[in-house]
């Protein structure tokens, strides 16, 4: 597999095990997956490996688009944001599909 999966949340328990996945089961190539967090060296675990570990923010989306480059496919993982009053989590989303695309 020669493309660049991208995988949001990766310090939390989805994201991280996900990444897992991908590299014990399918034996996907660590440089072939970026590790996106807002805390990076929160998966240092997945740096070690051989991951690309990249900042991502949702707020942000500039660092969105700078974590996404290069990535060929993208699983967002909904943020834990449940303001639902604010539309903040709605934002965070489309912050996060807009960058994808």
């Known amino acids: 597999m020669s493309e ?3 995988v949001t949340g990766a310090s939390g328990q989805l994201g991280h ?8 089961k399918h034996k996907v190539p660590p440089a072939n997956i970026i590790a ?6 929160s ?10 570990v990249r900042a991502a923010d949702f707020n942000d ?8 480059k290069g990535a060929d496919k993208v699983l967002i993982i909904s943020t834990g ?9 709605l934002k965070q989303h489309e912050n996060a599909v807009a960058a994808a695309k």
């Open 4 to 6: 660049t999966l991208l």
């Open 17 to 24: 095990g996900v990444i897992q996945y991908l590299l014990d």
């Open 36 to 41: 996106a967090t807002r805390n990076p060296e």
């Open 43 to 52: 998966v240092a675990d997945l740096a070690l490996r051989g991951v690309v």
């Open 61 to 68: 989306a500039a660092s969105l688009e700078t974590a996404f």
């Open 81 to 89: 944001d449940l303001d639902l009053k604010s539309g903040r989590r």
